[in-house]
């Protein structure tokens, strides 16, 4: 059963189902589409409008050879992006494994080791610090702004979509809201080089990274549910990041009941976890 949300294309005797079904995705077929559709928040094409887009017609047997043709290639084509896709996950599943090394182990395999007294820390150089990283940082959550402040155009408002996969996109469903709001909400005002956290998400997903560096200029406003940890004195901001990044860090914070698949994190859930700390 269809719902009224789709059309049914069903072929005639002079047109081959599966080149009509390439035909349909060919990006021409789909400016028409566009082209035709209907308003805003959901465009949508009736279906007179789109029997009658005109698609190119060869004779059935030609039909039949370019569709079997696009099989065969877009089969080969879906097989290579399948082996890229496990190559990417396995060079994360590295590079996760080196940050968590680094930041827990240091870089002198021969170091003289310490007990951490931290489970998921396990053995860490004997020099370096172990404590809660609220020793090392701080944690200052974002502003509440109100849906009716929001505007075209002025300083753009990162919220939890923005920090993504470990990076700040900034093209995700961009907002802006005045700039007179970096002087009347200092505090909220985010610049390069700033750490920033999304309190709130699917950070059971580690693909999602929840914690980025903010990289260009800006400046941005702060949303509530995302949250700057600032360091303090004893730690880098670049080391904080990686911190934040390392599997120890991030078992301990799933671990909690507010770390869940759908997280809802407090600034004490954040500062609460042990971390190893270099010189």
Known sequence: MASTGFAVIRPNQYLHNRFAAYCLRAQGFIKEV???SVGVSYPAINASDLVNIKTPEPP??????????????TAKIDTLIEEQQSLIRLLKEKR???????????????????????EWLGEVPEHWDVSKLKYYASVQGGFAFNSDTFSAEGIQLLRIGNVYQNRLALERQPIYVSSEYTTSLKDYVVKAGDILMSLTGTLGKRDYGFAVMVDQSGPYMLNQRVAK?????????????????????LTQLYSLPSGTKQ???????VLNIAVAIPP
């Open 60 to 73: 059935f047997a030609e039909q039949d050879s370019i569709a079997s043709f696009l099989d065969h290639e």
């Open 229 to 249: 940890v600032i360091p303090k004195t004893r730690i880098l901001s670049e080391y904080l990041l990686y911190t934040l990044w390392s599997e120890a860090y």
């Open 96 to 118: 996760q494994a080196v940050i968590s090394h680094a930041v827990t182990k240091g870089l002198n395999p021969n170091a003289p080791m310490k007990d951490s007294g931290v």
């Open 34 to 36: 566009v082209a035709r």
């Open 263 to 269: 997280a809802n994190l407090s600034n004490d859930d």
